[in-house]
Structures are given as structure tokens and as C-alpha cells.
């Protein structure tokens, strides 16, 4: 299709295109520029009247071809036939040097020129009628500004677009290709741009189709199969590919290359495109489609700019799968934690209720029902607790036996918080006494809590008490064995300060050692040496008390202590250093 723009008598442009309104315009456009250039020619050699048809490569009529003409028809019949006739024979399919004739007619010079060689393709020529002598050299100078300028003004276009890509994030790929796509569109400025990856069935299939919304995708059917076509080479070999009068019936079907798209391009008036690949070293991403209207073959610049794209979103895509990847690690690691989790907890409550199963077990055994109603009750409560007991015993056994169990522990133990708590010691103890009010008044333990009441730190709250909680159950366990009168456990705290680490940003200087000593029995130094020991226990219980309380102290960066002299005492001591970020 032939598109004319006519000037009025001040120079000004008249657009009949319809493709007027389909793209945004530049604020200068290629065929303006060359209308400037051409009156100024007109100045400089009393210039009666010219014409052009050209191209464009940026601006509304971009990719389409137009006819510019100026005072044409009040020129002589004989010129005008002459300058039909040149414009007439214009063959855009073909590139070659620059070619200026001049030929005079009557008192009337006609000098004709093509425009190509520095931008690598025929965009079109211009007639310029004048009766002062016109310079060849002068005039194929003009039009070397002219290529390339408008060279320049499609990279620097494209490369305004470049910038859109950081701010692209999405989650998936088709939203991915759609915002990418949007953008090449836009950089680029074919009549049509499309984005094919391959599938698993080894069929290129249209992700992205310009002007067609996602939804439209599958109901385009765009695809092309993995053989002897354009966009397979071009997946294979990993260099971009171009192809000119395009067709469904090639004049020499042995050197013909098929594109794989020759049907939908014929039918929507297509006649070239660049196929090129989105890649690195390990994979091919994507393949990005430009097709245009003109016949003649992409240009240098076009060729150039889609590749320097391609490398950009060839970073791009690595980034992004590399991020998707991580993701969904994260999301897998997420959901693993949330099971051990779990189990921990479970882990955590048969700790703690085992020995309290055993017991009531063992006093439900010395009772002595009176009735039928009685045995019968006490019976069901026995396989009750026996059951329960059974499943502790057996969960114990199966969690001792997981290859991953440290594993496991320490992502739910070592695990350093975000936000730190504000600890206070003094509380902790006495929230602690409350707890084990009545097991301390019946065995006559005296819990002295010698922690300074206003001090405080910044720490993780449920380690701090934890391990002091399991620290003061030993202690009263160990006091229980004892036979003497008096039974005491007294806690205390010792701050120290020390130096800032600056290797160490997490933890401020100082340290807090929080010591829990009794004056039961302690323990013999055989045993001394296996109480730090995983599911080692001396009392029926789980065999995480001590554990737990060592995983709370690294927590903090800390360590954990514990002495016993045979006969006189128990003493632990927890150092946590502080935690750095609390506010």
C-alpha cells in the first residue's frame, strides 16, 4: 500500500495514512526531517519542485511506504511523467551503492538519488527539480546526514527502552514474556513482534504476540515445529536470522529457507523478518520474532539492535530464573521447617510428659479399687497411659534413629531472630517458681532467685527460659534423690563486658552468664561426660533437656557449663551474649 503525504503552500504536512493513530509519534518524524532537508536543497539551487518516496523508520508512519511531494503538478507534463516514472521503478527489495543522475529537460534540471548505503538497506529515493547547478557530492552528503541521523534515532529509541526492564517483576514466565514483549515492541517498532519457547514437545509456541492479549494466545495457534525452518536455526545455532519476500510458492524452492511462519505472514501482508535468540551458555531462553511489511531485508542498525536487546534480556532471564529458583528452595525449605516444626513440638510435649505418664502409671498401679466400677475404670485408664507411654517410647526411638535429625534441630534451634526480645531474668525465675510451686513445697527446695531485678537484655525470650526451666526440673529432680534436710537452688547472674567484634555485627559486648547450682548429690564424672549426648537419658526422660539448653546458649553466640562435684552439687551456667538490632 502507497501512502501520500502532501505540503500546502507553507510546507506543512497532510497525513491521509490509516495507520495514522496506531503507533505514538515522535515529536519529529524521519519523513519531516527529509521534507526539511529537501527545501533547503530547493533554497540553495533555485529548486522548482520535488518528490520522494521513503520509508520511515520512526514516527507514526514508521515501516510504511509514503510519497512526499512538493508543487509537483505545476510542473511541465513531460517532468511530471519523468518523475512517476523514477519513483515507479524504486525496487526496496534490493540494496546497493548510492546512485545520483542528473538529466535536463528543457530549462529544468532532474536529479534523482537513492536512499541507502549507510543505513544497509534501500529506504527509498527523491527527485529534486531545479535549474542552478546541484552538486552530486553536496547532495549525497545531505543524505548521508540523513541515514544517519535516522540510524541514530532508532538505537537511541531503542535504547530508551532499555531502562524499562529493571522495573519489570514477575512471578511468571508468560506475565514475564508479556511486559518483555511489550517492551521489544515498543524499542524496536515492527509491524509485528512475537516470542516463542520451545515446549517439551519440541514445538515453538507463541508466548507473547503483539496486539494480542494473553488470554487470545491458544486461540491464535501460533506455532512452529523443530525441523528445517528459520526459527530452528536460529535456536540452534544461536545467531539471529533474517529472511526477505517472504512466500508461500519461493521461485526456487531448493535455496528457499522457510521461515515455519510463511502462512501467517502471507496472509497478514508480512514480507520480512529477524528471528533472534535470547541465550547463554547453558540455555536458549527464548526467540524473539520481528516481522515488517517492506520487502526488502532487515537493516544493519535493526539487526544490531535487537541482538544488543537480546544479550540484555539474555542477562534478564538468567537473573530471574536464578531468583525463581532460590524462591522455590525458599518455599520448599519453608514447608520442610513448618513439618519440623511440628515434630519438634511433639518432641518438645513428650519430653515433658513422659515422666509425668511413668508417674501416674506407677500410682494408678498402688491403688486399690473397691468396685466393680472401680477396676473397671482403673483398667481403661492403665492401657490408656500404657498406650501413651508406648507411643513416647516408640516416637523416641524413631526420631533417634533420623539420619537428619541434627540437621533438623539445628534449623529450628540455631536459627538467629529477626527481632530480638527484651529478657528479663528476674522474671523468667519467677514465673518459673510459680510453676513449680507445689513440686518445691512438697520436697521442702528452697529457690532462691538472686538475679538483679531491674536489669534486662536483648535476647530470644523462649530460649532464655527454656533452658533455665530444664536446668531447675534437673535441679529439682537431683534434690529429690537427696535424703538431707536442707534443699536449695539458687540462681544468679553475672554481666561482663567485653569488646565489640565488628566481624561479628549480630551480637553486641556483652555477655550474660545466668548460673543455676543446686546441692543435690550431683552427678559421678562418668556420667558427667555423656549428659551433653542427643537422647541420652539418666532419668526415663527424652534426652533433649541438656541439648536444648546448648542450642539456646549458641543461639546467643554463647556456650554452655556444667560442673558437679560427686556428693556436694550440680552447677550450670548459661552464657548468652546479647543479641545486636533490638531497639
Not at 515492527?190 to 515446549?199: C, G, N, S
Not at 506407677?362 to 466393680?372: E, F, S, V
Amino acid at each position: 500500500m502507497t501512502d501520500v503525504l502532501n505540503s500546502d503552500s507553507e510546507g506543512r504536512l497532510r497525513a491521509s495514512s490509516r495507520f495514522v493513530g496506531l503507533f505514538q509519534a515522535d515529536d519529529v518524524a524521519d519523513e519531516r526531517i527529509l521534507h526539511f532537508i529537501l527545501r533547503g536543497l530547493m533554497r540553495t539551487t533555485s529548486g522548482q519542485a520535488y518528490a520522494a518516496s521513503f520509508v520511515p523508520q520512526v514516527g507514526l508512519h514508521q515501516g510504511e511506504h509514503i510519497e512526499l511531494r512538493h508543487r509537483v503538478s505545476a510542473l511541465p507534463a513531460d517532468i511530471q511523467r519523468e518523475i512517476e516514472h523514477e519513483l515507479g521503478v524504486i525496487d526496496l527489495s534490493k540494496t546497493g551503492p548510492r546512485v545520483i543522475k542528473t538529466r535536463k529537460i528543457g530549462s529544468l534540471r532532474v536529479t534523482s538519488a537513492s536512499i541507502a548505503s549507510q543505513y544497509d538497506i534501500n529506504l527509498g529515493s527523491i527527485i529534486l527539480v531545479h535549474t542552478a547547478r546541484l552538486s552530486h557530492r553536496a547532495l549525497s552528503m545531505w543524505l548521508n546526514i540523513f541515514e544517519g541521523l535516522i540510524s541514530f534515532r532508532k538505537e537511541a529509541r531503542a535504547l530508551g527502552h532499555h531502562r524499562l526492564l529493571l522495573g519489570l517483576d514477575r512471578s511468571q514466565r508468560q506475565a514475564l514474556d508479556q511486559s518483555i514483549g511489550e517492551i521489544v515492541n515498543s524499542a524496536i517498532h515492527p509491524h509485528k513482534t512475537i516470542i516463542f519457547v520451545l515446549d517439551e514437545g519440541e514445538i515453538f509456541r507463541a508466548s507473547y504476540i503483539s496486539g494480542v492479549p494473553p488470554s487470545a494466545l491458544e486461540q491464535a495457534g501460533l506455532h512452529v515445529g523443530k525441523g528445517k525452518n528459520l526459527v530452528s536455526l536460529a535456536y540452534d545455532t544461536r545467531e539471529a536470522q533474517t529472511a526477505g519476500e517472504i512466500t508461500n510458492e519461493p521461485s526456487d524452492p531448493k535455496s528457499y529457507i522457510s521461515t515455519g511462519m510463511e502462512t501467517y505472514a502471507v496472509r497478514h501482508g508480512y514480507a520480512s523478518c529477524m528471528v533472534s535468540p535470547v541465550f547463554n551458555d547453558e540455555q536458549c531462553y527464548c526467540l524473539i520474532v520481528c516481522f515488517f511489511r517492506r520487502p526488502n531485508a532487515v537493516s544493519v542498525v535493526e539487526h544490531h539492535i535487537v541482538s544488543s536487546m537480546a544479550r540484555l534480556l539474555s542477562d534478564y532471564y538468567r537473573l530471574w530464573y536464578r531468583n525463581y529458583e532460590i524462591e522455590k528452595s525458599y518455599a520448599q525449605a519453608d514447608e520442610v521447617l513448618r513439618q519440623v516444626r511440628q515434630l519438634l513440638l511433639i518432641v518438645d510435649v513428650l519430653h515433658d510428659a513422659a515422666e509425668d505418664l511413668a508417674t501416674a502409671r506407677a500410682q494408678i498401679g498402688m491403688l486399690n479399687p473397691k468396685t466393680d466400677a472401680e477396676q473397671e475404670t482403673l483398667k481403661i485408664a492403665k492401657a490408656i497411659l500404657d498406650s501413651l507411654i508406648t507411643a513416647t517410647t516408640h516416637f523416641k526411638s524413631f526420631y533417634r534413629r533420623r539420619e537428619e535429625r541434627d540437621v533438623v534441630e539445628r534449623m529450628s534451634w540455631l536459627r538467629t531472630p529477626f527481632r530480638p526480645d527484651r529478657v528479663s531474668p528476674f522474671s523468667i525465675v519467677s514465673e518459673i517458681e510459680r510453676k513449680y510451686k507445689n513440686q518445691l513445697g512438697q520436697n521442702r527446695i528452697l529457690l532462691t532467685n538472686a538475679c538483679k531485678r531491674d536489669f534486662s537484655f536483648w535476647g530470644v525470650q523462649q530460649c532464655v527460659k527454656r533452658s533455665i526451666d530444664n536446668a531447675v526440673k534437673n535441679s529439682i529432680y537431683q534434690l529429690q534423690q537427696k535424703s538431707h534436710v536442707h534443699r536449695e537452688i539458687r540462681i544468679s547472674l553475672e554481666v561482663e563486658e567485653g569488646r565489640q567484634v565488628a566481624a561479628v555485627p549480630a551480637y553486641t559486648a556483652r555477655t550474660i552468664a545466668i548460673e543455676i547450682a543446686d546441692n543435690g548429690p550431683g552427678i559421678s564424672p562418668d556420667l558427667l561426660a555423656t549428659v551433653r549426648q542427643r537422647y541420652v537419658s539418666h532419668r526415663g526422660g527424652m534426652g533433649l533437656g541438656v541439648p536444648i539448653m546448648e542450642a539456646a546458649c549458641e543461639t546467643h553466640g554463647g556456650s554452655l557449663n556444667l560442673s558437679s562435684v560427686w556428693g556436694k552439687g550440680f552447677e550450670v551456667t548459661l552464657r548468652f551474649r546479647e543479641l545486636a538490632g533490638g531497639s
